[in-house]
């Protein structure tokens, strides 16, 4: 089972700053970021395209889809790090070439997570942390009061 959860960071101003710089690369290429971002965006908008033509063959079920939106600078930005691009150390999260952030715990993780999604909010940053597969008895029974989205892996 896989297990999301939803923690605030507090990213210092030049943390700030950078995770802006990072945001934009999401959307255009520079070297000054992460690469590991870069790699997950590509990846995103391929798989997003992939899904575009098997759905214009007939190959993916459902209803045909439209063709994949650009990412923007006005809208939600995030960018999704996997294992090599954060570490948790202590109370703080290390993000690659951000440094470590404070983020508000509001519960402890199960697991160590698989990969991390920051997102920009207007002005608030918070954090998803993707839980690897925990065992069902590890998470607690009621998950709908607390923000926590379960899948099923």
């Known amino acids: 089972m896989q297990v999301r959860y939803r923690y605030r960071i507090y990213p210092s101003p030049g943390q700030r700053q950078m995770l802006a710089r990072t945001f934009g690369c999401a ?13 997950q965006a590509c990846q995103d908008a391929g798989r997003a395209y992939r899904n575009w033509f098997d759905s214009l063959s007939g190959r993916r079920k459902g209803r045909k889809g439209g063709r994949p939106a650009f990412r923007r ?23 690659a070439k951000v440094g470590n952030i404070k983020v508000a715990w509001s519960r402890a993780l199960p697991s160590v997570p698989s990969s991390v ?13 993707c839980g690897g597969n925990v065992r069902p008895g590890l998470v607690p029974a009621d998950l709908g009061e607390t923000g926590t989205h379960r899948s099923a892996a």
């Open 117 to 129: 999604t920051v997102l920009a909010l207007g002005r608030r940053e918070s954090l998803n942390a």
């Open 73 to 95: 600078k006005h809208r939600r930005q995030s960018i999704r790090l996997t294992r090599n691009g954060f570490a948790l150390r202590g109370e703080r999260l290390y993000v």
């Open 27 to 39: 959307r255009a290429w520079l070297g000054e970021v992460a690469s590991v971002a870069l790699v």
